[in-house]
T-cell receptor, first 115, second 115 residues
Framework: AQSVAQPEDQVNVAEGNPLTVKCTYS??????LFWYVQYPNRGLQFLLK??????LVKGSYGFEAEFNKSQTSFHLKKPSALVSDSALYFC?????????????FGQGTTLQVKP | GAGVSQTPSNKVTEKGKYVELRCDPI?????LYWYRQSLGQGPEFLIY????????DSGLPNDRFFAVRPEGSVSTLKIQRTERGDSAVYLC?????????????FGPGTRLLVL
């Protein structure tokens, strides 16, 4: 069965420093991977996705993610964090076993960027 | 353009009551998904519609939960005999079609509290 793990409940980083939010996955075939961000009392906003091609995927708000097949990881990164990046981040994988495209989410990582 | 909208934004009900949650997907999107997000967790899949039909309802927790999409646009999630354990944020998402690479766009959610 497909699954996603986000090993860190919270990541703290100082404004201006690079940030990384970790995600590992387990799938039986080629993964389709997604990152979403959730601000308080808001729905999930799409950041980026990996389907195929370049391992480095660029997304919204200066975020990027690196797909690493050998390590089964899809870590979210940003070169210089902003206080406004503070939010809850979810990694998700498409359930390839079904034909519906439903997403399987990790438990989320809270990113705290301090001024 | 308009995103996915959900009403009500908050719903407080008493144990045993019936509730309906509404989702308006992005215009033209044929695929519609419902997810449930419990406190401190990632969203969990409930049901998927392609057009008017429920193509996958494997995530519905029991027969108290039901959803419809009679005209292939607006969807309503219905919960009978609500229980305190049903308290969660119910998220709706839509995508242009079912393709595995398609991005799902989420609404702001309905926060349900069962007293």
């Amino acid at each position: 069965a497909q699954s996603v793990a986000q090993p860190e409940d919270q990541v703290n980083v100082a404004e201006g420093n690079p940030l990384t939010v970790k995600c590992t996955y387990s799938v039986s075939g080629n993964p389709y991977l997604f990152w979403y961000v959730q601000y308080p009392n808001r729905g999930l906003q799409f950041l980026l996705k990996y389907i195929t091609g370049d391992n480095l995927v660029k997304g919204s708000y200066g975020f990027e993610a690196e797909f690493n097949k050998s390590q089964t990881s899809f870590h979210l990164k940003k070169p210089s964090a902003l206080v406004s990046d503070s939010a809850l981040y979810f990694c998700a994988v498409r359930d390839i076993g079904s034909n519906t495209g439903k997403l399987i989410f990790g438990q989320g990582t809270t990113l705290q960027v301090k001024p | 353009g308009a995103g996915v909208s959900q009403t009500p934004s908050n719903k407080v009900t008493e144990k045993g009551k019936y509730v309906e949650l509404r989702c308006d997907p992005i215009s033209g999107h044929t695929a519609l998904y419902w997810y449930r997000q419990s406190l401190g967790q990632g969203p969990e899949f409930l049901i998927y519609f392609q057009g008017t039909g429920a193509a996958d309802d494997s995530g519905l927790p029991n027969d108290r939960f039901f959803a419809v999409r009679p005209e292939g646009s607006v969807s309503t999630l219905k919960i009978q005999r609500t229980e305190r354990g049903d308290s969660a944020v119910y998220l709706c998402a839509s995508s242009p079609q079912r393709g595995e690479w398609e991005t799902q766009y989420f609404g702001p959610g309905t926060r349900l509290l069962v007293l």
